[in-house]
């Protein structure tokens, strides 16, 4: 039975600024693997796993995350920022083309920081529009 992969960005700091979509990985999953720096940031909690590595490891990070999933597990790779602009997802979509066709069959779910914050802006922006 294979699990998932997520891959999102939790954002510049505080927990408030994480999108609603983020908290939400970070809540559903078995293991969490990211930087060191990133993982430090994750309030640890019964059954999540947490695996932190050197921040030039993006590679192996995503080796783990595909043999974790192999075994039915809900992975979330966590960076900073958007993971569809500049961190793992690019790797991980390599390393899923280059790898056994079993990998092909792995859910993998990116969570765009940038998009839904654009998103929620546009909404508040209309929103107000709305009021006025």
């Not at 699990?3 to 510049?12: D, E, V, Y």
Request: net charge negative; hydrophobic share 40%.
């Amino acid at each position: 039975m294979n699990g998932k992969i997520t891959i999102a960005g939790i954002g510049p700091g505080k927990k408030s600024l994480m999108t609603h979509e983020v908290i939400e990985a970070i809540d559903n999953a078995t293991d969490i693997i990211g930087y060191s720096s990133y993982i430090n940031r994750i309030k640890s909690r019964k059954n999540l796993n947490l695996h932190s590595s050197d921040n030039r490891q993006e590679h192996e990070r995503a080796i783990h995350a595909i043999e974790i999933a192999l075994n039915g597990k809900n992975v979330l790779i966590i960076s900073s920022g958007d993971p569809s602009v500049f961190a793992m997802s690019s790797v991980m979509f390599e390393t899923l083309d280059n790898g056994p066709e079993i990998w092909k069959e792995i859910e993998i779910i990116t969570v765009s920081y940038t998009h839904l914050r654009a998103h929620e802006t546009r909404h508040d922006l209309v929103c107000r529009l709305l009021l006025e």
